[in-house]
């Protein structure tokens, strides 16, 4: 059975940082790419990064570049969101996924002063 | 970047009713479209994948169809668990893209 679990979220003030983590099982996750994808309240999907299986292809949303680094532990069947710089707009229920088949329950990161 | 346009934004319907839901792409995504059904305060579950998979475990009356760039869900007879925000996403290019949700509400 498929788990995908995100951790790490909270309140932080603006300019401030933050680590989400996600781990995984049910699956080999060293075999694939991974996603987060955000939802701010009561708003729509954004997608936010995307890894490689390997980690050597990684992309961003125009929204955080520069701001966020992805990264993942093929060892510890983890995936990571290390979140600097943080803005009031960042503001959301941040989604681990293997899109589009499996995604976790989200955490939430609330920016605010 | 591909614009998924969805529609409708809303729609109110009844139980055993037949819905239809579009997502219209800015430009071709060779089929790999995702539909996804969200309940208030739960994350997004997939229910069809490349156009017109089910995702394992989804009732037989979602249905997707497409190609090009217009992609259709359809639920054949709505059930009381089918009320909720529908979404498609569009995973051929970076960035991924989603539709702005269809919000499908008890007539």
């Known amino acids: 059975q498929v788990q995908v679990v995100e951790s790490g979220g909270g309140l932080v003030k603006p300019g401030g940082s933050l680590r989400l983590s996600c781990e995984v099982s049910?699956?080999?996750?060293?075999?694939?790419?991974m996603s987060w994808i955000r939802q701010p309240p009561g708003k729509g999907l954004e997608w936010v990064s995307y890894?490689?299986?390997?980690?050597?292809?990684?992309h961003y949303a125009d929204s955080v570049k520069g701001r966020f680094t992805v990264s993942r532990d093929n060892a510890k069947n983890s995936l990571y969101l290390q979140m600097n710089s943080l803005r009031v707009e960042d503001t959301a229920i941040y989604y681990c996924?293997?899109?589009?088949?499996?995604w976790g329950q989200g955490t939430l990161v609330t920016v605010s002063s | 970047d591909i614009q998924m346009t969805q529609s409708p934004s809303s729609l109110s319907a009844s139980v055993g009713d037949r819905v239809t839901i579009t997502c219209r792409a800015s430009?071709?995504?060779?089929?790999?479209l995702a539909w996804y059904q969200q309940k208030p305060e739960k994350a997004p579950q997939c229910l069809i994948y490349?156009?017109?998979t089910l995702q394992s475990g989804v009732p037989s009356r979602f249905s997707g169809s497409g190609s090009g760039t217009d992609f259709t869900l359809t639920i054949s007879s709505l059930q009381p668990e089918d009320f909720a925000t529908y979404y498609c996403?569009?995973?051929?290019?970076?960035?991924?893209?989603f539709g702005g949700g269809t919000k499908v509400e008890m007539k």
């Open positions: 490349a156009t017109s």
């Open positions: 890894i490689s299986s390997s980690g050597s292809d990684i």
């Open positions: 049910g699956f080999t996750f060293s075999d694939y790419y």
């Open positions: 996924a293997k899109v589009p088949y499996y």
């Open positions: 430009q071709g995504i060779d089929g790999w």
């Open positions: 996403q569009q995973y051929n290019t970076y960035p991924l893209t």
